[in-house]
């Protein structure tokens, strides 16, 4: 291990700490081997700052406007198995009664 303690990979806190040959972070709770970091992970937080992973469920947290539906998202639709990937909208997923869309992670709250 280096002097230094690199940042957490998941949540990017400063507090990491060593634990036998592992790191620990003590904010979001993550174990990684330092050895085996992969730089380019994709961390998505919800609009609280809960880091999001995929099958996640999470819930919108205001009315969302659609393209080409009668009606908006509402505020509490609760979306379950969530898929991250880098984009402007980086949630994609599946809403009852509108199909499959991508979600912004500000909209979102970890459920």
């Given at each position: 291990?280096?002097?230094?303690?690199?940042?957490?990979?998941n949540c990017k806190s400063?507090y990491a700490?060593p634990?036998?040959s592992?790191?620990?972070c003590?904010?979001c709770?993550?174990e990684?081997?330092?050895d085996e970091v992969d730089?380019n992970?994709?961390?998505?937080k919800?609009?609280?700052?809960n880091?999001?992973?995929?099958?996640?469920?999470?819930?919108?947290?205001?009315?969302l406007?659609?393209?080409?539906?009668?009606g908006p998202?509402k505020?509490?639709t609760k979306v379950?198995n969530?898929?991250l990937?880098?984009?402007?909208h980086n949630?994609?997923?599946k809403?009852?009664g509108?199909?499959?869309?991508?979600?912004?992670?500000?909209f979102?709250?970890?459920?």
């Amino acid at each position: 291990m280096s002097d230094q303690i690199p940042p957490c990979p998941n949540c990017k806190s400063a507090y990491a700490y060593p634990m036998d040959s592992l790191l620990v972070c003590p904010e979001c709770g993550h174990e990684w081997n330092p050895d085996e970091v992969d730089e380019n992970a994709l961390v998505v937080k919800d609009a609280n700052g809960n880091i999001l992973e995929d099958g996640d469920t999470v819930i919108v947290l205001k009315n969302l406007p659609v393209k080409g539906a009668n009606g908006p998202v509402k505020a509490g639709t609760k979306v379950k198995n969530i898929k991250l990937r880098d984009s402007d909208h980086n949630i994609d997923c599946k809403i009852d009664g509108f199909g499959a869309m991508g979600l912004k992670s500000e909209f979102v709250k970890k459920g």
